[in-house]
Nanobody
Framework: QVQLAESGGGLVQAGDSLRLSCAAS????????MGWFRQAPGKEREFVAA????????YYADSVKGRFTISRDNAKNTVYLQMNSLKPEDTAVYYC?????????????????WGQGTQVTVSS
């Protein structure tokens, strides 16, 4: 079992930055691929970024590439999402998830564990 808890969301203006954190608990948490997804009202949950257990490989959605950075600190069992140059279209609830499925790491249904989400609102 892995428990996840996101934090760091808030209301910012376009062009600002935010850093989201996802604290993981569980004896094997560091072995999981960790992903960030987001869900806007009326839309499906969409992939944002993912990072493998070792932290050596990262993956991004085209819409955030060059603006967002995913990282992890395995000593702290925490995954981060640094979001720069935020746009109004980045507004959503952001969720972190954990999976062992490297083939489907961009697919929400492949994730076994989820946090409760944190709201990010970007005003224009």
């Amino acid at each position: 079992q892995v428990q996840l808890a996101e934090s760091g969301g808030g209301l910012v203006q376009a062009g600002d930055s935010l850093r989201l954190s996802c604290a993981a608990s569980g004896s094997t948490a560091n072995t999981y691929i960790m992903g960030w997804f987001r869900q806007a009202p009326g839309k499906e949950r969409e992939f944002v970024a993912a990072i493998r257990g070792s932290g050596g490989s990262t993956y991004y959605a085209d819409s955030v590439k060059g603006r967002f950075t995913i990282s992890r600190d395995n000593a702290k069992n925490t995954v981060y999402l640094q979001m720069n140059s935020l746009k109004p279209e980045d507004t959503a609830v952001y969720y972190c998830g954990a999976t062992i499925n490297i083939v489907l790491l961009t697919t929400a249904s492949a994730y076994n564990y989820w946090g409760q989400g944190t709201q990010v609102t970007v005003s224009s």
